[in-house]
Each structure stands twice: as structure tokens, then as C-alpha cells.
């Protein structure tokens, strides 16, 4: 079946670090993946979308600066977290849509925890 | 904001028994889905039914849809430890690609 590789699965830093998380399809093509942030014991809440070659649409209050995202090839979005802060310390997925099969469903990665300390 | 809302929050249950989920959602929709989420890991798809659709099975699963009430139920019959998990709705948003997720069902099967 699809899969969805999240890489790091772990990642601790120092406050005011940069922090790139890749999210890739291994054996379909993905014109557009999802970025989640999830709380503890929370549902997945939206961050924004990642469109293969263009801009990424972001849901309400996301900040665009904060958390760049960046969708170069059919296979690849990442996502980086700029100047993080201990606040930005959650679980983060990603989770892509087979254009070949259609929107539905979307397969997910394993996440990222990332912790700042 | 989410769209889902799910309940109950929390559920223990015997291995054995049946544990039942209801989820409420607030727009139309295509199709409704149901994902699986062990502690800590991604989720994993379990069941997708469309809006024209009543009632799905697929093994031990059961989901029903009313759209006249935007509501779901997910049932696994026979539970076992290892179903434990938090268990989630997925809506696409109105027609969108974008999947709004309900506030889960943390299920806890005791052996």
C-alpha cells in the first residue's frame, strides 16, 4: 500500500533554532500533502496545505513566516519551523493524497515530535 | 475550528466486548472517514463511507452515517488489547480536499 515517509520521527533543539521536517510519498506521486499540528491527547488540527509548485494555503492564525512550507517535487513537501520556541514544541504529520487514485484517503506519516527546550 | 466532535472522550472496555464512537459533524459533506491512531504514532486509515451511503463493514468494523443528523457511529465488535487507540472522524470540509478531524475517542481495551 502507500506510503509516507516523516523524517526526522524526533527531534529536540535549542530555542531559536530552524527545524525542517520532510515529508515524502514513496511509491506515489503527491501534487498535494497536508501539514497537521497535534497536542497531547488533542485531535490533528490543520496547519496548511502544500500545493507541488506553488504556494502552500494556510488555515486561519497559522503563521506563514513561522512555518514555512515548501512542496518541490511530486514526491516531497517540507515543512520548517523557523526560530522555534518551546511553544512550538507538539507532534506535527504530514499526509499526502495519491493524484492517481484520488483525494481519498490521504495517507499519513509517522510524525515528528519536536521538543524545544 | 474542528468540525467533528466525538464522543465519548475517553472508553474502557472489556477484551470481548463491543465499544461504540459517535461523531458529529457541522457542514455537508462528500464522504466521511474514520482513522485509528496509536500513542504517539501516525494515523491509519480504517474505513471511508460516502454520504450516500448508510452503514459500511469491513471486518470487525462497523460505521454508519445519517446525514440528516451529521453523524457517524464506529463500532468494533469483539474488541481486543491490541485495539487500543485513540480513534478519530474525518471530514472533507465541505466538499474540499481538506480533512477536518473530530476531537477522538481515546479506547482502552483491557485484557
Known amino acids: 500500500g502507500a506510503v509516507v515517509s516523516q523524517h526526522p520521527s524526533w527531534v529536540i533543539c535549542k530555542s531559536g533554532t530552524s527545524v525542517k521536517i520532510e515529508c515524502r510519498s514513496l511509491?506515489?506521486?503527491?501534487?498535494?500533502m497536508f501539514w497537521y499540528r497535534q497536542f497531547p491527547k488533542q485531535s490533528l488540527m490543520l496547519m496548511a496545505t502544500?500545493?507541488?509548485?506553488?504556494?502552500?494555503?494556510?488555515e486561519q492564525g497559522v503563521e506563514k513566516d513561522k512555518f514555512l512550507i515548501n512542496h518541490a517535487s511530486l514526491t516531497l513537501s517540507t515543512l520548517t519551523v523557523t526560530s522555534a520556541h518551546p511553544e512550538d514544541s507538539s507532534f506535527y504529520i504530514c499526509?499526502?493524497?495519491?493524484?492517481?487514485?484520488?483525494?481519498?484517503?490521504?495517507?499519513f506519516g509517522d510524525g515528528t515530535r519536536l521538543s524545544i527546550l | 475550528s474542528q468540525q467533528g466532535e466525538e464522543d465519548p472522550q475517553a472508553l474502557s472496555i472489556q477484551e470481548g466486548e463491543n465499544a461504540t464512537m459517535n461523531c458529529s459533524y457541522k457542514?455537508?459533506?462528500?464522504?466521511l472517514q474514520w482513522y485509528r491512531q496509536n500513542s504517539g504514532r501516525g494515523l491509519v486509515h480504517l474505513i471511508l463511507?460516502?454520504?450516500?451511503?448508510r452503514e459500511k463493514h469491513s471486518g470487525r468494523l462497523r460505521v454508519t452515517l445519517d446525514t440528516s443528523k451529521k453523524s457517524s457511529s464506529l463500532l468494533i465488535t469483539a474488541s481486543r488489547a491490541a485495539d487500543t487507540a485513540s480513534y478519530f472522524c474525518?471530514?472533507?470540509?465541505?466538499?474540499?480536499?481538506?480533512?477536518?478531524f473530530g476531537t477522538g475517542t481515546r479506547l482502552k481495551v483491557l485484557a
Open positions: 457542514t455537508s459533506i462528500n464522504n
Open positions: 463511507i460516502r454520504s450516500n451511503e
Open positions: 502544500s500545493n507541488e509548485g506553488s504556494k502552500a494555503t494556510y
Open positions: 511509491d506515489f506521486q503527491a501534487t498535494t
Open positions: 499526509s499526502a493524497r495519491d493524484q492517481g487514485t484520488g483525494p481519498w484517503p490521504q495517507h
Open positions: 474525518a471530514t472533507d470540509a465541505g466538499g474540499t480536499y481538506k480533512y477536518i
